[in-house]
């Protein structure tokens, strides 16, 4: 029996709270531990003003380009049991709130896929800086199912308000 192939996927990592740029290289290191997986890429992290009605701390955010043999569902799992080591409680959180960590999966290779829990691409790519930016430092060339070539995205993205720190 043959492994499974190796999958690229990217996943869009953010915080605005208990040292955003601590959280952000400890995701990344977990990240890199994860089984069957490769932490292959990893952009620079772009401070921005926090997407949505309520009013929070600036986050950060970057993009981590991942080889992985798991499959979609457990890789999506495997990022919320991070995100609950790293102290997030998604109960508490309302709807684009503060966060200790979020991690989204964002692309899985060319799959399309409509779950409840689990939608591919993650939706909103095209319109969110914070994603389009980071995700082209690392992946310009990338085509995202049913959306393009992320250089493309990126370059109609607006970058007012994003400031990349490292």
């Given at each position: 029996m043959t492994a499974p192939a190796w999958i690229p996927a990217y996943v869009g990592m953010g915080s605005n709270l208990q040292d955003p740029p601590r959280q952000l290289d400890r995701?990344?290191?977990?990240?890199?531990?994860?089984?069957?997986?490769?932490?292959?890429?990893?952009?620079?992290?772009?401070?921005?003003?926090?997407?949505?009605?309520?009013?929070?701390?600036?986050?950060?955010?970057?993009?981590?380009?991942?080889?992985?043999?798991?499959?979609?569902?457990?890789?999506?799992?495997?990022?919320?049991?991070?995100?609950?080591?790293?102290?997030?409680?998604p109960s508490c959180v309302p709807r684009w709130g503060p966060r200790v960590l979020d991690l989204?999966?964002?692309?899985?290779?060319?799959?399309?896929?409509?779950?409840?829990?689990?939608?591919?691409?993650?939706?909103?790519?095209?319109?969110?800086?914070?994603?389009?930016?980071?995700?082209?430092e690392i992946a310009p060339g990338l085509i995202v199912p049913g959306l393009g070539q992320v250089s493309t995205l990126a370059a109609c993205a607006d970058g007012t308000g994003m400031q990349r720190l490292a």
């Open positions: 995701a990344a290191a977990a990240l890199g531990r994860l089984p069957a997986t490769r932490l292959v890429a990893l952009s620079g992290q772009y401070l921005n003003p926090p997407f949505g009605p309520v009013a929070q701390p600036d986050f950060l955010n970057a993009v981590a380009g991942l080889l992985t043999r798991l499959p979609p569902g457990e890789l999506l799992a495997a990022l919320k049991d991070i995100e609950r080591v790293h102290g997030r409680e989204d999966l964002l692309v899985y290779g060319g799959l399309r896929l409509a779950q409840p829990d689990l939608v591919l691409p993650h939706p909103g790519i095209g319109e969110r800086n914070f994603v389009l930016l980071p995700l082209a």
